[in-house]
């Protein structure tokens, strides 16, 4: 069973920094593009960063391009977002989600999500 | 920066079919995708590439894309049914792109 964890939602401050993680199980995580989506509380789905299977291509939306950053170690089946010099308005559910199909780089998109961890950026 | 515009909402009677687009003006030679979101739940994959169902989603579920348009059709919306539909889609660059949301309530 595909199982997808995220950790690391807490309350910080406009300015500061905050590493988000992702535990993947149930597929063989290093066969996948991963993406970060987030919503924030009442409002649509996001878009925010993904990473290929090899690490070898991210992509990022624009109103994250420079501050956060996505990585993944496939030797422990885990999935990172970097953020830095938050904005309250990055305060949202972020979740992960997995690719549906193995090792393609054209035709991705998020097919199985995690629940999501939530986190504040207010002072 | 790519843009996907949905209408806000959708409202039918159950039974009725139900119609949700997306505008997009890189359709339709860009894949749409269609999902799913009941009230504090994940989001659920419906259709991908503008057309297939993923095993488990009802047949009742359907998708084109056309124009400069997308469409996720319910022929005979279920109560089941009500939740927010989100169609995305992936940019000339390789990035993400989600509509803003439909609100589908089936009463």
């Known amino acids: 069973e595909v199982q997808l964890v995220e950790s690391g939602g807490v309350v910080v401050q406009p300015g500061g920094s905050l590493r988000l993680s992702c535990a993947a199980s149930g597929f063989s995580f290093d066969d996948y593009t991963m993406h970060w989506v987030r919503q924030a509380p009442g409002k649509g789905l996001e878009w925010v960063s993904l990473i290929t299977w090899d690490g070898g291509s991210k992509r990022y939306a624009d109103s994250v391009k420079g501050r956060f950053t996505i990585s993944r170690d496939n030797s422990k089946n885990s999935l990172h977002l970097q953020m830095n010099s938050l904005r309250p308005e990055d305060t949202a559910l972020y979740s992960c989600a997995k690719d549906k199909y193995r090792n393609d780089k054209v035709k991705t998109f998020p097919d199985y999500w995690g629940q999501g961890t939530l986190f504040n950026v207010s002072s | 920066s790519y843009e996907l515009t949905q209408p806000p909402s959708v409202s039918v009677s159950p039974g009725q079919a139900a119609r949700i687009t997306c505008s997009g003006d890189a359709f339709p030679s860009k894949f749409a995708y269609w999902y799913q979101q009941k009230s504090g739940q994940a989001p659920v994959l419906v259709i991908y590439?503008?057309?297939k169902r993923p095993s488990g989603i009802p047949e009742r579920f359907s998708g084109s894309n056309s124009g400069t348009m997308a469409t996720l059709t319910l022929s005979g919306a279920q109560v089941e049914d009500e939740a927010d539909y989100y169609c995305?889609?992936?940019?000339?660059?390789?990035?993400?792109?989600f509509g803003g949301g439909t609100k589908l309530t089936v009463l």
């Open positions: 590439e503008d057309t």
């Open positions: 995305y889609s992936i940019d000339s660059s390789g990035k993400g792109v």
